[in-house]
């Protein structure tokens, strides 16, 4: 499957699985986490976490999952909070739009908390670097991941 297909499925599996949640399930991720491809393996990945602690992960490469669709079975509210509390700790909301020196072939880490979006591909402050990996640790590390589509 082509990336274009694949991120296409995925986009439109993500939408109807999300049109027939609640409404409080229904509103934008509280936290979206995504690393998007270089031109080596870099991890090619979406992260969506909603207000409830539930999480969504579409792979598309380079993880240890195969590429799809995945559920969290262990992820919940609290972890979300303590990412929540580390974000405003550190001004995530005052951070610079993107972080990027012009590097072509780097992946992008794109960070989205309650509407605020920040891209690093290189240089990003120190506090920011800790965030995303805080992130990774939590989610794409230690999480158990189910497939639900293939």
Excluded: H
Excluded at 11 to 25: E, I, M, P
Excluded at 84 to 90: M, P
């Amino acid at each position: 499957m082509t990336k274009a297909a694949f991120t296409i499925l995925s986009l439109v599996v993500f939408c109807a699985c999300a049109s027939k949640q609640n409404t409080s399930n229904a509103s934008s991720p509280a936290l979206r986490f995504e690393k998007t491809a270089c031109f080596g393996t870099c991890p090619e990945f979406v992260l969506a976490v909603k207000n409830d602690g539930n999480a969504q992960l579409s792979v598309a490469g380079n993880l240890e999952l195969d590429s799809g669709l995945y559920r969290c079975a262990n992820c919940d509210k609290q972890q979300l909070e303590l990412i929540l509390k580390k974000a405003e700790e550190i001004g995530f909301s005052e951070f610079k739009a993107k972080y990027d020196p012009g590097v072509m072939d780097l992946p992008s880490i794109i960070t989205s908390i309650n509407g605020k979006k920040v891209i690093n591909i290189l240089d990003g402050p120190i506090s920011l670097i800790e965030l995303e990996k805080q992130i990774n640790a939590a989610y794409i590390q230690q999480g158990t991941w189910e497939k639900i589509v293939k």
